[in-house]
C-alpha cells in the first residue's frame, strides 16, 4: 500500500509539535516523569506493520469494486441481461440513479470520510485529554479487525449492498485506529531519553533551546521515517505470503475462486494486524492528557474546541493557513489514491494475484523512497516544510499523470479527511459520460490551491503564535467565552 496518505498525517504531527513546542519562561513545566523505552517505542513501529492498510484501505475496497463490477451490467444493454466486459462500461442502481460502479466507488468513500469527520469531531479531542487515547485505539483495532473476518461472509455478487457497509465500517475503524495510534508518536518523541537529557541542557544553559528544537524535529521525523520502513518490511513479508495462500486457493482459476480470494486475504490482513498490535497495548505508556476545562465533558469538548479554533484563527494565522492546507491536500491525496486504486483494479480486472504483485513492487520503492529522503534531510538538515513541498510537488505529478489518461489510452494510469474530493469526484464521473479519468482536472485544480496556502506558511512566527495560544489555554482563557480576541 502506498504510505502517502499516512505520511501526511504523521507530518502534521511533526509540523503541529514544530510550531508548538518550548516557552522559554516555563521550561520546566514542559517535563515529564515518562521515559519513552526501545521496547515501547518497537511496539509502536510493530503496530503499524498490522495496520498497513492492506485489510480496509487495498483488499477491502478491491473486493468491493469487484463485487459491483460482477452484479453490474452493461448500459448498452437493457438492464442486468449483458454482464460487464472489460471493454464496457458497468453500471449498478445506487442511491436513486443509475451510476458507473467506479462512481459509486467514490461516492461511498466520500460518505465514509464525511462520517469519519464527523467522529473524529466528536471523539477527537479525548487524545487530548485524560488517559483516554490508548482505549480508543484498542476499540477501533478491534472493530477493524472484526469488519476484516465479516469480509469471508461476503463472497457472493449478490451481496454487494452487505459490501457498502463493510467497505464504510473498514475505512473509518482503519483511519480512526491510525489517527489514535499517531496521536502517541510526539510524546514518544519528546520522552525518548536522548531528548529529555537535550532538554536537561537547556534548563541548565548548558545548550540553547533553537538547538534542542532542531534536535527534537530531525528526531520526530526519523521515527516518522522509521515506522514506515518497519511497516514496509513487515508488509512485504505479509505479501509474499499472501501470493502462497492465493496459488493454495487458485485464485487465477475462476471468477469465483478469485472473488474468494479476496475476502480471504481481508481476514488474513486483520488476524495479522490484531498479532502486531498486542504488544503496542501492552507496553504503551498512560501518558496523561489535559484536564477538561471547566464546565466541559467528553462529550463537548470536541465542538467547543472547533468552536475554539475558528475563534482563535485570526490570533493563530500561520497555524490556520496550514490546516487548510492540509484539509485540501489531504482531500486531494486520498481521493487520487482512490481513483488510481479503481483504475488500477480495472486494468488488471481484478485479479488478486496481479494486486498483490503490485503492492509488492509499490512498498519496496516506497520502503527506498522513505530511506532516500531521510538520508537527504538528516544529511543537509532540511526542514521539515520544505519536505513537506517536495512531497506534495510529486502529488500534483500524479494528478497530472491521471489528467493526461482522459484522451488517450496509452498514459494517466491505463497500463499499472477527504469526503469533498470523493464526492466532487463521483459527480465529475457520472457527468463526463462515465470518464473514469475526468476527477483529476478537478484534484490537479484543489490541490494546486492548497499548494498556495503552504507557501505562506511561516514556521517561525506560528511557533510563537502556538506559544502564546497554549500558555493562554494552560490558564483557561481560551475556552473563556469572554476572551474573544
Avoid at 459491483?68 to 442502481?93: E, H, I, K, N, R
Avoid at 487530548?128 to 484498542?138: E, F, H, L, S, V
Amino acid at each position: 500500500m502506498s504510505k502517502l496518505t499516512e505520511k501526511t498525517e504523521i507530518q502534521e504531527a511533526v509540523a503541529q509539535n514544530d510550531a508548538t513546542d518550548l516557552d522559554l519562561p516555563n521550561l520546566e513545566d514542559k517535563s515529564t516523569i515518562w521515559t519513552t523505552t526501545r521496547l515501547e517505542l518497537w511496539a509502536f513501529y510493530v503496530f503499524y506493520i498490522g495496520n498497513n492498510g492492506l485489510s480496509g484501505f487495498n483488499f477491502g475496497p478491491s473486493q468491493f469494486q469487484n463485487l459491483l463490477f460482477l452484479a453490474g451490467y452493461d448500459p448498452s444493454q437493457p438492464p442486468f441481461t449483458a454482464p460487464c466486459g472489460a471493454d464496457t462500461d458497468c453500471v449498478l442502481p445506487y442511491l436513486g440513479r443509475i451510476r458507473d460502479v467506479n462512481s459509486i466507488v467514490l461516492l461511498t468513500n466520500g460518505m465514509s470520510f464525511a462520517l469519519q469527520a464527523f467522529v473524529l469531531l466528536t471523539i477527537g479531542a479525548w487524545a487530548d485529554y485524560g488517559r483516554w487515547r490508548p482505549n480508543i485505539t484498542i476499540v477501533f483495532t478491534i472493530v477493524a479487525v472484526a469488519v476484516s473476518f465479516a469480509w469471508l461472509g461476503v463472497k457472493d455478487p449478490s451481496k454487494w449492498q452487505a459490501g457498502v457497509a463493510l467497505y464504510i465500517l473498514g475505512l473509518i475503524a482503519y483511519q480512526c485506529a491510525l489517527t489514535f495510534w499517531t496521536a502517541a508518536f510526539p510524546g514518544l518523541a519528546r520522552d525518548l531519553p536522548e531528548i529529555k537529557q537535550s532538554f536537561a541542557d537547556v534548563v541548565d544553559g548548558k545548550k540553547l533551546l533553537e538547538d534542542h528544537e532542531q534536535m527534537e524535529s530531525l528526531e520526530r521525523n526519523r521515527i516518522s521515517n522509521v515506522s514506515f520502513a518497519v511497516c514496509s518490511a513487515g508488509e512485504i513479508i505479509i505479501l509474499a505470503i499472501m501470493v502462497g495462500i492465493l496459488k493454495g486457493v487458485k485464485s487465477d482459476e475462476s471468477v469465483e475462486n478469485n472473488t474468494k480470494a479476496f475476502s480471504i486475504l481481508i481476514a488474513f490482513s486483520g488476524g495479522v494486524w490484531l498479532l502486531c498490535a498486542l504488544p503496542w497495548f501492552f507496553l504503551e505508556k498512560r501518558r496523561p492528557g489535559l484536564s477538561l476545562p471547566p464546565g466541559m465533558s467528553l462529550l463537548t469538548i470536541g465542538f467547543k474546541q472547533t468552536y475554539v479554533a475558528f475563534r482563535e484563527c485570526v490570533r493563530l494565522k500561520q497555524t490556520f493557513l496550514y490546516l487548510i492546507f492540509y484539509f485540501l491536500m489531504g482531500d486531494v491525496l486520498n481521493t487520487t489514491v482512490t481513483v488510481v486504486g479503481t483504475l488500477q483494479n480495472s486494468v488488471v480486472s481484478y485479479s488478486t494475484l496481479q494486486l498483490t504483485l503490485l503492492l509488492i513492487v509499490g512498498i519496496v520503492t516506497q520502503g527506498l523512497g522513505i530511506y532516500l529522503f531521510w538520508l537527504v534531510q538528516k544529511r543537509f538538515q532540511i526542514s521539515t516544510k520544505a519536505m513537506l513541498c517536495f512531497n506534495v510537488f510529486w502529488i500534483l505529478i500524479l494528478t497530472i499523470w491521471g489528467l493526461i489518461g482522459v484522451h488517450t489510452d496509452k498514459f494517466g494510469f491505463k497500463h499499472t479527511s477527504a469526503f469533498i474530493g470523493p464526492l466532487v469526484s463521483s459527480a465529475i464521473i457520472t457527468a463526463s459520460g462515465n470518464n473514469d479519468n475526468m476527477p483529476f482536472a478537478f484534484l490537479f485544480g484543489l490541490g494546486s490551491l492548497s499548494t498556495i496556502f503552504l507557501y505562506f506558511v511561516d514556521v517561525k512566527k506560528s511557533r510563537i503564535e502556538c506559544e502564546e495560544f497554549v500558555a493562554a489555554e494552560a490558564r483557561r482563557k481560551a475556552f473563556d467565552d469572554a476572551n474573544v480576541p
